[in-house]
């Protein structure tokens, strides 16, 4: 077991730990050719790849990851000590790396192929012109903007060079049909959608859900959904600019008509309580808030609403 220090990069096609690390853990390397470019088309090349278990260090989270292995990732980050006084996380918080404020080198980078199954429900914004911190299975994180001069700008980006993926997209340009056929599901999901979809008057579509599996197998979810809410109030009443945009959105969702008040007649075969939460984009002239509706969410008989619905084909 070592403790290492990780940098998350949705923007890196593929994860990466430097040779020293997996020399220290003594990790068993294959041999790979890839090329790898990043920032002003850089190019290196990479000799081997080799798989690691990480573990959380606040709680008994860990996940397989599969990792290039390179001689350096990026400089120490931050580039320099940060005041972390001055942020003001709250005390309740179990960071991820709770010595994130001192300037280390960078051990392993995740990058989009394990980042986004790492994101969790929850965020708080430290203030105006501050980083925000993210929850995740390995606990909270903090990220963006500092309010401390910094003499040089990090930019973590890579894009895998594969000689037989060009290849196969230049096949893939001559072929005269290259149209991928459309799976079974993909087929009824198409057919569902021809025999059900109408369209407004003003030429919007209205389409019901393809189900591909009975509701009946949808267990309990209202426990999880109010928990959800509760914490969604809490960090409403502590941030009053955002619980203004979050009622705000609301009342116009159900201005719009998409939602309304239940009246307590539900039906007990088939219930999915669906929670939600907001994301700020505070860079928005418009709408800075959009809630997102989340039906990923299992019910205690494992399942959600998404599961049982089906995949069409991408149009």
């Excluded at 593929?14 to 003594?26: D, G, M, P, R, V």
């Excluded at 109408?198 to 197998?217: E, H, M, V, W, Y």
């Excluded at 307590?264 to 219930?271: A, P, T, Y």
Aim: net charge neutral; proline share 3%; glycine share 4%.
């Amino acid at each position: 077991m070592h403790v290492a220090r990780a940098l998350l990069d949705s923007s890196s096609q593929t994860s990466f730990i430097t040779e020293e690390l997996a020399n220290k853990l003594k990790l068993s390397k294959i041999d790979s050719n890839l090329a790898v470019s990043g920032i002003n088309n850089l190019v290196s090349q990479i000799r081997h790849r080799c798989n690691v278990t990480l573990y959380s260090i606040c709680n008994d989270f860990n996940v397989d990851i599969y990792c290039y292995v390179i001689k350096q990732i990026t400089g120490k980050l931050p580039d320099m000590r940060i005041n972390k006084i001055d942020m003001r996380i709250p005390g309740n918080i179990k960071l991820a790396d709770p010595n994130f404020e001192i300037p280390e080198r960078i051990d392993i980078l995740i990058g989009a192929d394990v980042f986004w199954k790492l994101l969790c429900v929850g965020q708080i914004n430290l203030g105006p012109d501050s980083p925000i911190l993210q929850k995740t299975r390995f606990g909270w994180i903090i990220a963006g903007p500092i309010n401390n001069f910094t003499q040089k700008t990090v930019c973590n980006f890579s894009k895998n060079i594969d000689v037989q993926d060009d290849l196969s997209k230049f096949w893939e340009i001559e072929e005269i049909d290259s149209r991928k056929p459309h799976s079974v599901e993909e087929e009824l999901c198409e057919m569902h959608f021809s025999k059900n979809f109408t369209r407004d008057q003003d030429g919007r579509f209205i389409a019901s859900i393809p189900f591909k599996d009975s509701l009946q197998k949808l267990g309990e979810s209202r426990n999880l959904a109010v928990k959800r809410f509760y914490q969604l109030e809490n960090k409403l009443q502590a941030d009053e600019t955002l619980r203004k945009l979050y009622v705000d959105f609301l009342r116009e969702y159900e201005s719009l008509g998409h939602m309304t008040k239940c009246d307590g007649k539900l039906n007990d075969n088939v219930q999915y309580y669906m929670s939600h939460h907001g994301v700020l984009r505070e860079s928005r002239l418009t709408t800075k808030l959009r809630v997102v509706f989340y039906a990923s969410a299992c019910t205690t008989s494992g399942l959600s609403l998404n599961d049982l619905q089906m995949t069409g084909p991408v149009i």
